[in-house]
């Protein structure tokens, strides 16, 4: 089982391709499933006073509905589309993030943390935000967060679960690092008592961390509690689709998976894959 529940297009600002060209492309590799799954529009900043090319406008959203459904009914029996979104988990904003999603007939929501407050800890022109802080206070907020998407009962998957690290900023002091472990192992908790699934997020190995989301200590934790997990490349790029999945599956089967997660009308169902 090929699949691929991560991906981005140009109309969240910051990536390239249309959604057809994703299918096309998902097709040529030999795809399953294919899940397209762009930005949730911003809701608790302006857009127009914010960073640019954040995620894709408000108005845009039903578009983007309407043209993942055609593609699917399009492309059905040649390659299974499952239309998705990455919605982000904003603090306080619970039922504003449930009121935009509650028209959409969704097969699967990505919860995942970019921002703390108006800083979005994953963009690269917002790096400046770690100076002056206490890494382990920032990290601390994080997993509270996630451990808040999990427990929301919003979402089906949790997205790169340790993508804080991305630019490589954490505690440096052993009694930190044992914190953050211990705050890894929480999250993973809530995501267990939530009965969702994460995902194994390839795009990792291509940052400044250069390992997956979430890493290898993490997975093994997964196992032992039972959640289960699904893959995506976090493509911005057609040309990226699947980037890394190979290696992200074999790691899945040497953690000890045997199964990965799909979605269907928000259903989950267990299949079988190779390492």
Same mark, same amino acid.
């Given at each position: 089982?090929?699949?691929?529940?991560?991906?981005?297009?140009?109309?969240?600002?910051?990536?390239?391709?249309?959604?057809?060209?994703?299918?096309?492309?998902?097709?040529?590799?030999?795809?399953?499933?294919?899940?397209?799954?762009?930005?949730?529009?911003?809701?608790?900043?302006?857009?127009?006073?914010?960073?640019?090319?954040?995620?894709?406008?408000?108005?845009?959203?039903?578009?983007?509905?309407?043209?993942?459904?055609?593609?699917?009914?399009?492309?059905?029996?040649?390659?299974?589309?499952?239309?998705?979104?990455?919605?982000?988990?904003?603090?306080?904003?619970?039922?504003?993030?449930?009121?935009?999603? !509650?028209?959409? &007939?969704?097969?699967?929501?990505? %919860?995942?943390?970019?921002?703390?407050?108006?800083?979005?800890? $994953?963009? *690269? @022109?917002?790096?400046?935000?770690?100076?002056?802080?206490?890494?382990?206070?920032?990290?601390?907020?994080?997993?509270?967060?996630?451990?808040?998407?999990?427990?929301?009962?919003?979402?089906?998957?949790?997205?790169?679960?340790?993508?804080?690290?991305?630019?490589?900023?954490?505690?440096?002091?052993?009694?930190?690092?044992?914190?953050?472990?211990?705050?890894?192992?929480?999250?993973?908790?809530?995501?267990?008592?939530?009965?969702?699934?994460?995902?194994?997020?390839?795009?990792?190995?291509?940052?400044?961390?250069?390992?997956?989301?979430?890493?290898?200590?993490?997975?093994?934790?997964?196992?032992?509690?039972?959640?289960?997990?699904?893959?995506?490349?976090? !493509?911005?790029? &057609?040309?990226?689709?699947?980037? %890394?999945?190979?290696?992200?599956?074999?790691?899945?089967?040497? $953690?000890? *998976? @045997?199964?990965?997660?799909?979605?269907?009308?928000?259903?989950?169902?267990?299949?079988?894959?190779?390492?």
């Amino acid at each position: 089982m090929h699949i691929d529940y991560h991906t981005h297009h140009e109309r969240c600002g910051h990536a390239v391709g249309k959604l057809e060209d994703y299918v096309r492309r998902g097709i040529e590799l030999g795809l399953k499933q294919l899940g397209l799954s762009d930005h949730l529009p911003l809701i608790h900043v302006d857009p127009a006073q914010y960073y640019p090319e954040m995620a894709m406008p408000l108005e845009e959203l039903p578009r983007y509905v309407e043209e993942c459904l055609a593609l699917k009914e399009r492309y059905r029996g040649v390659i299974d589309i499952r239309v998705g979104l990455e919605a982000d988990y904003i603090e306080g904003y619970e039922e504003e993030i449930r009121e935009l999603l !509650a028209p959409y &007939p969704w097969d699967y929501l990505i %919860g995942s943390v970019h921002f703390l407050g108006e800083w979005d800890i $994953t963009d *690269f @022109r917002q790096v400046h935000g770690w100076e002056g802080q206490d890494p382990l206070a920032v990290y601390r907020r994080y997993y509270q967060a996630i451990s808040m998407a999990a427990s929301s009962g919003i979402y089906d998957i949790i997205g790169h679960m340790d993508v804080i690290k991305r630019f490589g900023y954490g505690p440096d002091t052993p009694e930190g690092q044992a914190e953050v472990k211990e705050l890894e192992l929480s999250a993973l908790r809530r995501i267990a008592d939530a009965g969702i699934a994460m995902e194994l997020n390839a795009s990792g190995l291509f940052k400044p961390c250069a390992e997956m989301f979430p890493a290898p200590h993490v997975l093994k934790q997964a196992l032992e509690l039972g959640i289960p997990l699904t893959l995506g490349s976090d !493509a911005h790029d &057609p040309a990226k689709l699947g980037e %890394g999945l190979a290696e992200a599956r074999k790691l899945l089967w040497d $953690t000890g *998976f @045997r199964e990965l997660a799909v979605f269907d009308g928000r259903r989950r169902e267990m299949v079988s894959f190779e390492g």
